[in-house]
């Protein structure tokens, strides 16, 4: 079974600060990891994700996510958040050994909001 | 943005009727993914289909029914509407090492 935690449904940050939105995962084998951002009203936009390599992954808009894998972590940060990174954001693993059903199971969601 | 479409993005219905929601990709990804998504926040896999004429529930049970008759065509149908359907439903496809692509949702309200 595989599973994603986002303790926070809320982060508050101003402009022109750093951001994080925490994500930690659990899966029976090695994770692929991905980041998702939902607009109001909109499906799901991808963000970025890990595969392999560099546990540092750079994405869409100025994100970045990195892996930990001691931590069973994937944070999402951003080093100046923009009033337009209001979203709800979505975490979401997949188990590498899953090469049949390839579903995602995602986190519930972390509400980021960015204050002038 | 993805080649993935659904419609329509919003359908009030009445209790009762039957409904299909249509989700469409251009792609020509494999998997196929049905999501519920309630109004706190959470995804949940409903239906997941591997290719053509095959198609699995998914973790969340559903009274929706689903057919893949095409690659592109991914269709998912409420017989009878009820208010607990009353949710926004996500499709999404993939390829083998791809991410997934999602449409824009349908919000579906049965009064």
């Known amino acids: 079974a595989q599973s994603v935690a986002q303790p926070e449904d809320q982060v508050n940050v101003a402009e022109g600060n750093p951001l994080t939105v925490k994500c930690t995962y659990s899966?029976?084998?090695?994770?692929?990891l991905f980041w998702y951002v939902q607009y109001p009203n909109r499906g799901l936009q991808f963000l970025l994700k890990?595969?392999?390599?560099?546990?540092l992954v750079k994405g869409s808009y100025g994100f970045e996510a990195e892996f930990n894998k001691s931590q069973t972590s994937f944070h999402l940060k951003k080093p100046s958040a923009l009033v337009s990174d209001s979203a709800l954001y979505f975490c979401?693993?997949?188990?590498?050994?899953?090469?049949?059903?390839?579903?995602?199971?995602f986190g519930s969601g972390t509400r980021l909001q960015v204050q002038p | 943005e993805a080649d993935i479409y659904q419609t329509p993005r919003y359908l009030v219905i009445g209790t009762g009727k039957k409904i299909t929601l249509e989700c469409s990709q251009t792609?020509?990804?494999?998997?196929m993914y049905w999501y519920q998504q309630d109004p706190g926040m959470e995804l949940h896999l409903i239906h997941y289909?591997?290719?053509?004429?095959?198609?699995e529930k998914g973790d969340l049970s559903s009274e929706s029914t689903v057919s893949r008759i095409r690659t592109e065509h991914f269709p998912l149908t409420l017989e009878s509407a009820r208010p607990s359907h009353t949710s926004q439903y996500l499709c999404?496809?993939?390829?083998?090492?791809?991410?997934?692509?999602f449409g824009q949702g349908t919000r579906l309200t049965v009064v």
């Open positions: 999404a496809s993939s390829a083998a090492n791809t991410e997934a692509f």
């Open positions: 899966v029976s084998g090695n994770p692929y």
């Open positions: 890990y595969i392999t390599g560099d546990n």
């Open positions: 979401a693993v997949r188990d590498v050994r899953d090469t049949g059903r390839r579903a995602l199971t």
């Open positions: 792609m020509g990804h494999d998997k």
């Open positions: 289909s591997y290719g053509v004429n095959s198609t």
